[in-house]
């Protein structure tokens, strides 16, 4: 009875084992948990508990596999979630939800031979971080006037910032230069319906942290709604980014063009400021420029400010001050403040703190 017991352990541990050895190594579990304070006025005034406005609240796993001879394979997994509310993950355009709404995908790679990706990921685009505000929904002028574009026609837009079904590749770095690919096929057999939701490219030059210059041209296709047939929105940036000691500047253009008659296209120039004099201080800010040509009434001018304390490699505490000036017809909008009306104007002051895991 007790050999069979001996037996029977040994069985389940080298079982375990086995189960281990099948497993991805160097597996880690990640995530950011953010959230604020703001005073927002948009027509009407509010105090608001917003999640992300410093970054974005989130949870990840990631691993990695060598497989030998410079291959590697992993996968990545991460899904955004509201700290001030608990609810976790988001809906696509075209009314699906996914928990892993950040990242979900597989990929296969060498430093020599460049990376596929397989799954829900990041277009071709400019890098997140070429903007002071990295982006951030919560608070990013860029990300907020980019984004809205119901004012150049109906369905006007640059599409998901992770579509589904994507598969792309990523080159090696080549002395500095490099270029990524994605197609995104929408996988839908109704008629009307476009064969390719979102494919597109982004080119690079890097030299370190010193210095980017990259563009993007994506597209990105509409399924028909309404009586409305699919149409092509071309979303194309150019972005530059450069270390001068301390402080970090960047540009950046990007232009929404819907591909209909009679719609209009959005130029959107950002300016941005990052300060770092110490270790525990950063100093961020951004000019926006939203313009509409032939339709100047729909134009906007946004400024964003901010300022972090780093307790910690890992803590922090930051304030975020922005505003949106509106021209009689504009509506572009701020983290989760909308204009109660056309024309009105947006603003937002804030305190948060920011732990990262």
């Known amino acids: 009875m007790k050999r069979a017991l001996v037996l029977a352990c040994l069985g389940a541990l080298s079982g375990t084992v086995a189960a281990a050895d099948m497993g991805a190594s160097n597996v880690v579990v990640y995530g950011v948990v953010d959230a604020g304070i703001a005073y927002t006025h948009a027509g009407t005034s509010m105090i608001r508990e917003i999640s992300g406005m410093g970054s974005t609240s989130r949870l990840g796993f990631t691993g990695t596999e060598d497989l030998g001879g410079g291959l590697k394979a992993g996968f990545h997994l991460e899904s955004s979630f509201q700290a001030d509310t608990g609810v976790a993950g988001a809906s696509n355009r075209q009314g699906g939800q996914s928990?892993?709404?950040?990242?979900?995908?597989?990929?296969?790679?060498?430093?020599?031979l460049g990376i596929v990706r397989?799954?829900?990921?990041?277009p071709s685009v400019i890098p997140p971080s070429v903007e002071p505000f990295v982006a951030v929904t919560g608070f990013s002028p860029l990300a907020s006037l980019v984004s809205g574009n119901s004012d150049l026609g109906k369905g006007a837009t640059i599409g998901d910032s992770r579509p589904n079904n994507v598969i792309s590749y990523e080159t090696p770095n080549m002395r500095g230069f490099g270029a990524q690919v994605h197609y995104a096929p929408r996988e839908e057999n109704a008629a009307g319906y476009p064969r390719v939701a979102d494919y597109g490219m982004e080119?690079?030059?890097?030299?370190?942290?010193?210095?980017y210059l990259g563009a993007q041209f994506d597209v990105i296709n509409t399924d028909p709604v309404a009586g409305l047939p699919s149409f092509r929105n071309h979303w194309n940036a150019l972005g530059v980014q450069y270390q001068l000691g301390n402080s970090v500047f960047s540009y950046e253009l990007n232009i929404v063009a819907p591909e209909m008659a009679h719609y209009l296209l959005a130029q959107n120039h950002m300016l941005g400021w990052v300060y770092m004099p110490r270790a525990r201080d950063t100093f961020r800010a951004q000019l926006m420029y939203r313009n509409l040509p032939g339709s100047h009434v729909h134009n906007a001018l946004a400024l964003g400010l901010g300022y972090e304390y780093n307790l910690s490699k890992a803590a922090a505490l930051y304030t975020r001050i922005g505003y949106v000036l509106n021209k009689s017809a504009g509506i572009s909008s701020l983290s989760v403040v909308t204009p109660a009306h056309p024309g009105d104007d947006v603003s937002l002051v804030a305190l948060g703190a920011r732990l990262r895991f």
């Open 203 to 211: 080119l690079h030059y890097a030299k370190g942290p010193l210095l």
């Open 118 to 122: 397989l799954g829900k990921q990041l």
């Open 99 to 112: 928990l892993f709404n950040r990242d979900a995908h597989i990929w296969i790679g060498s430093d020599t």
